[in-house]
């Protein structure tokens, strides 16, 4: 994608004064004329940031302003060794409250709404920006945080939600019980904005239909912001991306180098106005192309694709690479068996062997015949033969974090 004149010109200017701003960059971009470059193709040649250098940074090494001029700051903690910590200006939450506004909006929320907020809140940033960008509309914001579901039900019924923000773990969670209650006729949601996490097509419109919502999925991460650059439209067909404050690529994460618009590959990020801690060629080690042609909503933001997975979770076993999409896309063509589902890879007796446990309302002992479908689609799709188990309805364990949903115990 090109930029256009908006990004080359925030774009130049973020590296024109980056390195007497930020010491991170200077001693990233040491011996790098970045002050001098004018075109696209001279800021495709930048080394790119990643998360570890964000971690040597810690604590405060990322910002490029006065300690004074910060006014918040947020981590991800990610499950390995020091957090991240992003300083936040004033005019950066305020950035990020406009765009979480505009999330709302595109989502058809209007002030006449509920919306409770059942993401965290803390260090992690998405609870609180949930809130931002609710009260900057003007809808009433319910700030539950994540958890104890007895009263998020009793909240949402008391208080008439008409708007559920969460993690599709917990969305699915909320939903099941929902249903298992038969409360549904007695809440009056309407909508779902639901957290990007890569999460197939059949669990989506199963946990929508429970619910009674049309859903949104929104994007972001704690590096750049938190959730709210980013949100699907009616017509689900992407994520429109606000590219007024950030321009992004997608690259081949092996290599490195920028794929045209549409191919498959790692989306990077660089903010476009964000002075805290600006990021210029962030990985973000999600995996989605760009989008081409107009969305038929007419809005002039371009968008992604849904998520599909991680680079990290890209899994090689017996020479195929594999990731969890994948695992959803069969398990929705298999009539019989739910979205949920875990996969096992075990190295035994000399050969890595690859279980698929997956829930199903099948009676025990007739199971066979679905157990042999997905064996065989699993087959053709992704060219490895797997072990199939089905279990039945709940036993899977449910979380109201995001899913891991495969396991990898060969080393
Ligand atoms: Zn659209």
New binding site residues.
């Given amino acids: 994608m090109r930029m256009n004149e908006y990004q080359r010109e925030n774009v130049f200017r973020l590296l024109k004064g980056i390195k007497s701003r930020s010491p991170f960059y200077a001693r990233k971009f040491e011996g790098i004329d970045v002050e001098s470059m004018t075109t696209q193709e001279e800021f495709e040649t930048l080394p790119f940031t990643d998360k570890g250098d964000l971690r040597d940074a810690y604590p405060l090494g990322l910002a490029a302003v006065p300690e004074r001029d910060i006014v918040r700051i947020h981590s991800s903690s990610g499950t390995t060794g020091t957090p991240v910590i992003i300083p936040y200006t004033a005019r950066d939450v305020e950035d990020w409250a406009v765009m979480f506004e505009r999330c709302y909006r595109m989502a058809g929320v209007t002030e006449e709404d509920r919306v409770q907020i059942t993401p965290g809140y803390g260090l992690w940033t998405a609870g609180i920006g949930f809130q931002a960008g609710c009260e900057r509309l003007g809808a009433m914001a319910i700030p539950m945080g994540p958890g104890n579901t007895e009263k998020q039900l009793k909240m949402m019924e008391d208080l008439g939600t008409t708007v559920l923000t969460a993690t599709s773990s917990y969305a699915l969670l909320l939903a099941e019980e929902i249903k298992r209650r038969g409360m549904r006729d007695r809440l009056r949601l309407r909508k779902g904005v639901i957290g990007s996490e890569r999460w197939g097509e059949k669990m989506r419109n199963e946990i929508a239909s429970d619910l009674g919502v049309d859903f949104y999925d929104i994007y972001g991460l704690t590096e750049i912001y938190g959730p709210g650059i980013g949100i699907?439209?009616?017509?689900r067909?992407?994520i429109?991306m606000w590219d007024d404050y950030v321009y992004f690529e997608v690259i081949d994460p092996e290599t490195g180098e920028v794929l045209p618009d549409g191919e498959v590959g790692e989306l990077v990020i660089t903010t476009l106005r964000k002075e805290g801690a600006p990021l210029i060629r962030y990985r973000t080690h999600d995996l989605t192309r760009i989008m081409t042609g107009d969305?038929?909503?007419?809005?002039r933001f371009p968008?992604i694709d849904i998520i599909v997975g991680r680079t990290d979770d890209m899994i090689k076993v017996r020479g195929c690479n594999m990731f969890p999409a994948q695992f959803d896309e069969v398990l929705a063509t298999i009539d019989g068996a739910t979205s949920e589902y875990q996969v096992m890879i075990d190295h035994l007796m000399g050969r890595d062997e690859i279980t698929v446990y997956f829930e199903t309302d099948v009676p025990d002992g007739e199971t066979e015949p679905l157990e042999r479908e997905l064996v065989s689609r699993i087959k053709s799709k992704m060219g490895v033969t797997v072990i199939p188990k089905a279990v039945p309805l709940g036993y899977l364990p449910r979380s109201e974090k995001k899913t891991n949903r495969i396991f990898d115990n060969r080393y």
């Fill in positions: 699907s439209c009616d017509y067909n992407g429109h969305c038929p909503c007419g809005s968008r």
